[in-house]
């Protein structure tokens, strides 16, 4: 299962005085009954030019590729980030569901806001095994690497690229709609998925879908995007949403 640590470069630098900061990830996940079942721990060193690199990051932050490998089931995710100068240190947790994949359920993932390649500084997970073919980064589209974003911070002018990821919708043509609810619950019309175009993926039953998203018209708040795709010849349909925020 992969997992994307976003963490913001300004509260991570708070009180940095050296010009290489030292930054811990550690992550953890345990089953309901509180067994731990996987984990990842890494450091990862940066050397900050004083005016370009520190006020670079500062501006965006460090996101960090992990994965766990875990069977099918419920768990609860705990992930830690510290600045081992500083002390400074950030947690998250999470609660997660892994899907019995070898029955084929149809499933559709979050849709995936894809980040400005210069915005983020992206650290893949390093590992001692001997063999890591088998640690494949999965946010791809076309062949091409992309760095999602957790959640997407847009201002009304802007048009963001959306990756949509579909399991076992069957086949033929398959129909995309996207709905934009704001914090009181209200649904809006403004911000539809635009450009949606089918990519081959080379692997049955995975189908990626790129699309446009338009925040034109939005005030500034925050809101959740949600999105359907159904295979009109099945009749079956998968939703999926993520939260996204419009800044003024």
């Not at 984990?39 to 670079?56: A, I």
């Not at 947790?93 to 499933?107: E, G, H, L, Y």
Request: hydrophobic content about 35%; some cysteine.
């Amino acid at each position: 299962m992969p997992v994307i640590v976003e963490v913001g470069g300004k509260g991570l630098l708070v009180d940095q005085a050296s010009d290489k900061v030292n930054i811990d990830f550690f992550g953890y996940v345990s089953d309901l009954k509180g067994e731990m079942r996987d984990f990842f721990t890494q450091r990862v060193s940066l050397n900050l030019d004083k005016k370009k690199g520190k006020k670079s990051l500062e501006e965006s932050g460090i996101k960090y590729y992990g994965h766990f490998d875990l069977p099918s089931g419920s768990y609860r995710l705990r992930v830690l980030v510290r600045n081992a100068d500083t002390g400074k240190t950030g947690v998250e947790t999470a609660r997660i569901d892994v899907p019995f994949f070898a029955k084929a359920q149809p499933s559709l993932l979050p849709p995936f806001f894809i980040e400005s390649a210069q915005k983020w500084l992206l650290v893949r997970e390093r590992t001692d095994q001997a063999d890591q073919s088998s640690i494949v980064y999965p946010f791809t589209v076309g062949g091409e690497p992309y760095i999602p974003s957790a959640r997407p911070s847009l201002r009304a002018e802007d048009s963001a690229r959306v990756c949509l990821v579909a399991y076992n919708l069957g086949q033929g043509d398959l129909s995309v709609r996207g709905q934009v609810v704001d914090s009181a619950g209200r649904t809006t019309d403004l911000g539809p998925l635009k450009n949606v175009e089918r990519t081959a993926s080379g692997i049955d039953g995975l189908e990626k879908m790129m699309a446009t998203f338009e925040p034109r018209g939005l005030a500034a708040g925050d809101y959740v995007l949600k999105v359907a795709v159904s295979n009109p010849r099945t009749g079956h349909e998968e939703t999926s949403s993520l939260a996204f925020q419009v800044l003024r």
